[in-house]
């Protein structure tokens, strides 16, 4: 089959979206290694008693006013305008169009799926994927419609914790069951949760946690409410493909400054409340603690996506963003390689650190992992046009093959 050339669509990529891609790529690492570690499944009084017990409360506390959701944020909106791109082409194509847009998700679907089954639990690709399959039907909307959609399913949430308070009914709650079910069959239980990845000898138990795993995140999706926030995030999205905003950042220079002073002014302070909140276990509420992640969260992932493009506005000539750009245009196979890396550092199939070590430790650990990301994908990308994955999706996609090579 002829290969399909691939230069130019290379040439014409945004280097700020791939930049910020890479941005959000850190702190997602940032976010999700304490996980891999371990760390997050032991009690209090285990993780203070660790020699970097003192410094990890102060961790703890600025991962949750500077980087809990607000990185997985960036990273939704960014898919937000990468579907309104591809829409767009499916809109100028017709039909068929639409076909190769639904393939897509399909496929995307698949590879979270496998993801979370085969390598970690905490998977985020197949709830994008879902959710992606249903912004066809807001591309009509105008794009203030589009703000007016996404603020509807930002506060949806919160009154859904109102109706649960009101009516004493959870709808999570049978699968908070299942998931404590699936987990007593594989003799998964609180007394050995924490240490079962570390002290696992075999992919077979490693796999056996993944399995209760899955009911976990489904639990955990439908508990927290999170489609609603992700279809949110990606509306947001598709108003900024609407409004080209990315593809003329001087133009809208002055909306960038109005949002990022906004963001920083109510998400700051709302951060800290949260922080509060979140490290005291929830004192005020789970009402009032779902308002102000929305009111902490969201703010402040808009503020950092609005001050990053004013700031390469400003020094766009700094290599800074061509490293960050690496990692970014490689997004799904880093996204993968981060919960390889994971598995390698802290389970038993690997070197078994997990459960052993602090808070510090894990996020220096995330920032080491990201680092030589972005040094391999600089190094890849010299010789090949995309990362191995996106090459694979890209050739499922459309049923052709594509030239990697350059």
């Known amino acids: 089959m002829k290969a399909e050339n691939t230069s130019q669509p290379v040439k014409n990529r945004i280097v700020t979206l791939d930049a910020l891609r890479g941005f959000a790529l850190l702190g997602i690492a940032l976010a999700n290694f304490p996980e891999f570690s371990l760390w ?5 009084e285990t993780q203070m008693k660790m020699q970097t017990g003192s410094l990890d409360a102060i961790v703890r506390c600025l991962q949750y006013l500077l980087v809990d959701g607000k990185f997985y944020t960036i990273f939704s909106v960014l898919f937000g305008i990468g579907f309104y791109i591809i829409i767009s082409h499916a809109i100028q194509r017709g039909a068929n169009g639409f076909r190769i847009f639904y393939r897509r998700m399909l496929i ?9 089954m085969l390598l970690w639990s905490g998977d985020i690709l197949m709830l994008y994927a879902a959710i992606g399959m249903l912004l066809p039907l807001f591309r009509n909307c105008k794009p203030k419609t589009l703000l007016w959609w996404s603020g509807f399913f930002f506060l949806l949430p919160t009154a859904i914790e109102v109706w649960r308070a009101a009516s004493g009914i959870n709808p999570a709650d049978m699968l908070y069951s299942a998931w404590w079910n699936t987990a007593s069959a594989y003799g998964i239980g609180e007394e050995n949760f924490a240490g079962w990845l570390r002290d696992a000898q075999s992919y077979k138990e490693m796999n ?35 409004r ?9 220079s002055e909306l960038l400054r109005r949002v990022t002073k906004i963001g920083f002014g109510i998400g700051l302070p709302m951060s800290f409340i949260y922080a509060w909140s979140s490290m005291s276990g929830e004192p005020i509420g789970s009402i009032l603690h779902s308002l102000i992640y929305t009111l902490s969260v969201y703010p402040m992932g808009f503020a950092y996506m609005s001050g990053f493009s004013l700031l390469y506005l400003r020094h766009r000539n700094n290599r800074v963003w061509n490293m960050l750009a690496y990692p970014g245009r490689m997004a799904l196979t880093c996204y993968i390689m981060q919960s390889v890396a994971g598995i390698i550092l802290f389970y038993g199939i690997g070197f078994g650190m997990g459960a052993t070590a602090g808070l510090t430790f894990s996020e220096f650990a995330a920032t080491a992992v990201f680092a030589a990301e972005t040094a391999l994908c600089a190094l890849w990308l010299k010789h090949f046009n995309f990362g191995p994955l996106e090459w694979i999706w890209r050739m499922f996609t459309y049923g052709k093959w594509f030239k990697i090579r350059k």
């Open 244 to 252: 080209q905003i990315f593809s003329n950042l001087e133009a809208h």
């Open 108 to 116: 995307l679907l698949i590879i979270g799926l496998a993801h979370l």
């Open 208 to 242: 056996a946690f993944l399995m209760q795993g899955a009911v976990e995140r489904m639990w955990e999706f439908v508990s927290g409410q999170r489609y609603f926030k992700v279809l949110a995030l990606f509306l947001v999205g598709f108003y900024v493909g609407k």
């Open 40 to 44: 997050t499944f032991l009690d209090h």
